[in-house]
């Protein structure tokens, strides 16, 4: 199994930043984040393969940057310019077979709140 462990959610002001972290007990093929908001389902936001590709959903490209370290045990989520449709739950995901779009992951992390207000 992989076990995954996210850090770094809070409140933050509107067009404020946060930086997001995952830790990974072992390394996979595919890293990467989820979200949902209040009433609405479950988002991809964006992953990244072991080789450094990374995809984003259209809601957050250009505000939001995936990054992994070397080891592939610790995953970032940068956020920027962060919109009130920016609150949710955003989850750590990870799996050996499957990344980039319509990405379905098996290991899931518990979720960290990230809360932007106006």
């Known amino acids: 199994q992989v076990q995954l462990q996210e850090s770094g959610g809070g409140s933050v002001q509107a067009g404020g930043s946060l930086r997001l972290s995952c830790a990974a007990s072992?390394?996979?093929?595919?890293m990467g984040w989820f979200r949902q908001a209040p009433g609405k389902g479950r988002e991809g936001v964006g992953n990244?393969?072991?080789?450094?590709?990374?995809s984003y959903s259209d809601s957050v490209k250009g505000r939001f940057t995936i990054s992994q370290d070397n080891s592939k045990t610790a995953l970032y989520l940068q956020m920027n310019d962060l919109k009130a449709e920016d609150t949710a739950v955003y989850y750590c995901?990870?799996?050996?077979?499957?990344?980039?779009?319509?990405?379905?992951?098996?290991?899931w992390g518990q979720g960290t709140q990230v809360t932007v207000s106006s």
């Open positions: 072992r390394a996979t093929y595919c």
């Open positions: 990244i393969k072991s080789d450094g590709t990374t």
């Open positions: 995901a990870a799996d050996f077979i499957e990344c980039g779009g319509r990405w379905s992951p098996f290991y």
